[in-house]
């Protein structure tokens, strides 16, 4: 008996096959990845969640922030709104919209709701930015204990919206915390309700997703059951199994697993996934952190999906550190709009770069920037052997700041530009390997991109420095901009 075929999945798929005419698409996002990057207005403010570090989480909220980021403002390199959390101990982590281009022929949709999922309350937040773009507001709380009911799934992360109108979720485990059961939620577009999980076949470990309708696909990662990464790092929990090194492909008509890829030793903790943004692309990548490669994930002739290991960042021999191998942990990945360019973090190096990707499978390294890492020359980490530095890299300072912790999060602007970046991965992972960043905060920077040939400048005049909050210091994560950008948005 042929398996059934999910309606909201198809309506997706058909909008990918009969594209509305641009003079008709007059919903949220822009019509192309081009016309976002070539007629999308200048971002003006960003929202980003703020965590309280581990010795503040039983008394002080998390709070998603508006940091104004436009040079002609008088507010300009300032957080101008808090939106406090009503609960303790959530764990704000990333985010996503109700609408984007994936709904851009729709003029009854509007980009109006940021969904923040809490990874370690399993709470969801529905923010409303439409009412007052600059002061975000509480529209909806999808409390944890619906959440594990309806789906019996805990640690929601990566929110998408889709094209029927719903919005997806990936969560990373069970509700336990364990790694029994993994998939993915999905949210009425209209009233926030939960309304089922979208996967027909169960997975054991989930993470990061990317869509193309077009192809009838999605690929999913794999980060680690979450009573293992809720406590920090131990490499004993890699070799007992409770990490990942798989990419998970699925049929997104029918919502089945129809394919494994075991990645080996060269995709430990593949976390962040990244379709090229054409949405005809039958290719893309995922940074794989414990590893530090970048993979490049293909269709093949047959019609079934291969990998291939395109780029390593070399660990380096240490002392006076907690191993004798430092590795780059390639944290977060992103492509920019015209998939020209390659951007990742390392998040223990302690450098961003941004690779041509015109040749797919041979990225050339064309910009380069060192934020801080754990082997800066006055880290007390003397580095023994290093493939790719003659030296360790100085430390930085920001109008008079010493930058605690490593980039971490990356987003693009629209035009490929500007580059932001936080610093904090996850709370226990940030106390275990950046102490001092968890006593002074975090840090938002920005990056001046050169799109043309390569490179990356930092730029000195703008500094959110989290250390000096009103309420104390916290840490920054995934950022986001009320018109869409290069992670939120995927086109049909």
Not at 95 to 112: I, K, L, M, Q, T
Not at 291 to 320: C, L, M, N, Q, Y
Not at 352 to 366: A, C, E, G, M, N
């Amino acid at each position: 008996m042929a398996s059934p075929v999910d309606v909201d999945s198809v309506t997706d798929r058909l909008k990918a096959l009969a594209p509305a005419l641009c003079s008709q698409c007059t919903g949220p996002g822009y019509a192309s990845p081009r016309d976002a990057m070539f007629n999308g207005p200048r971002e003006k403010i960003t929202y980003l969640p703020c965590i309280q570090p581990p010795h503040m989480k039983k008394t002080k909220a998390d709070y998603l922030a508006t940091v104004d980021v436009d040079p002609s403002s008088p507010t300009y390199s300032k957080v101008i709104h808090r939106l406090m959390m009503p609960y303790l101990e959530d764990e704000l982590h990333h985010s996503g919209w109700n609408a984007c281009s994936s709904c851009h022929d729709d003029p009854s949709r509007a980009r109006n709701r940021l969904i923040l999922p809490a990874i370690n309350s399993d709470r969801l937040y529905i923010i409303d930015v439409g009412t007052d773009p600059r002061a975000p507001r509480f529209h909806k709380i999808v409390e944890p204990q619906e959440v594990h009911k309806v789906t019996g799934m805990g640690a929601p992360h990566t929110t998408h919206c889709l094209g029927s109108g719903d919005i997806m979720i990936s969560c990373i485990g069970d509700v336990e915390g364990g790694h029994t059961k993994s998939g993915f939620l999905l949210l009425d577009g209209q009233d926030f309700s939960l309304k089922e999980n979208w996967e027909k076949s169960h997975i054991t470990m989930g993470y990061d997703f990317w869509y193309q309708p077009r192809h009838n696909v999605m690929i999913s990662t794999e980060w680690g059951a979450p009573r293992a990464w809720r406590n920090g790092f131990k490499l004993d929990d890699v070799e007992n199994g409770l990490y990942g090194r798989r990419l998970y492909v699925w049929d997104w008509d029918k919502r089945t697993l129809k394919q494994t890829m075991e990645l080996g030793e060269d995709g430990m903790i593949p976390l962040e996934i990244r379709f090229l943004h054409d949405p005809s692309a039958t290719e893309g990548y995922v940074g794989c952190a414990l590893s530090s490669t970048i993979i490049r994930f293909f269709r093949t002739a047959k019609g079934d999906w291969d990998h291939e290991t395109v780029i390593r960042i070399p660990s380096k021999k240490v002392e006076g550190w907690a191993l004798p191998d430092m590795p780059g942990l390639i944290t977060d990945i992103l492509v920019s709009l015209d998939d020209r360019f390659l951007y990742f973090s390392n998040w223990l190096h302690g450098d961003i770069r941004q690779y041509d990707i015109s040749d797919r499978k041979h990225p050339k390294l064309v910009g380069q920037v060192f934020l801080g890492g754990s082997c800066q020359s006055d880290s007390g980490v003397k580095v023994t052997e290093d493939k790719e530095l003659s030296s360790q890299p100085a430390p930085v300072f920001v109008q008079g700041k010493r930058l605690e912790g490593s980039p971490q999060m990356i987003q693009l602007s629209l035009d490929g530009k500007r580059l932001y970046v936080t610093n904090s991965l996850f709370t226990a992972w940030d106390e275990q390997f950046y102490p001092e960043m968890c006593k002074k905060g975090g840090w938002m920077l920005q990056i001046d991109v050169n799109n043309d040939k390569g490179g990356l400048k930092l730029n000195d005049k703008f500094l959110i420095d989290f250390g000096d909050e009103p309420f104390g210091p916290v840490l920054g994560h995934e950022i986001r901009y009320p018109g869409g950008d290069c992670t939120s948005d995927i086109w049909l």
